[in-house]
């Protein structure tokens, strides 16, 4: 892995912190981590927005499929209420 040094700029308490925390030699190798894990995070924030908002477009699309299809379905269920009742009283009086 080629590596690269930046310059950016903290805060002295952080520093501190940081400096407290982590030992000399682990330094660059924790930042780098946090810098890997914060850019997952950022993509993974990404990629649930983009999933939410694909959800929200399929079910504007099912919503729209239910509602053309709804009083086909309305009248096949009546139909289908209607052979089941008529081959049920047909069972009773044989």
């Known amino acids: 892995m080629r590596r690269t040094?930046?310059?950016?700029v903290l805060s002295e308490k952080t520093l501190r912190l940081f400096g407290n925390a982590v030992s000399?030699?682990?330094?660059?190798?924790v930042v780098?981590?946090?810098?890997?894990?914060?850019?997952?995070?950022?993509?993974?924030?990404?990629?649930?927005a983009?999933?939410?908002?694909?959800?929200?477009?399929m079910w504007?699309?099912?919503?729209?499929?239910a509602r053309a299809w709804a009083p086909t379905d309305?009248?096949?269920?009546?139909?289908s209420r209607a052979l089941i009742r008529a081959a049920h009283l047909?069972?009773?009086?044989s």
Not at 24 to 29: L, M, V
Not at 50 to 57: A, G, K, Q, V
Not at 60 to 65: H, I, S
């Open 32 to 48: 780098r981590e946090l810098l890997a894990l914060w850019v997952q995070d950022r993509d993974g924030a990404r990629m649930r």
């Open 74 to 79: 309305g009248t096949l269920w009546r139909a």
């Open 50 to 57: 983009d999933l939410i908002e694909c959800c929200r477009e």
């Open 90 to 93: 047909s069972s009773r009086r």
């Open 60 to 65: 504007d699309d099912y919503e729209g499929t």
């Open 5 to 8: 040094r930046r310059t950016c």
């Open 24 to 29: 000399a030699g682990k330094r660059s190798a």
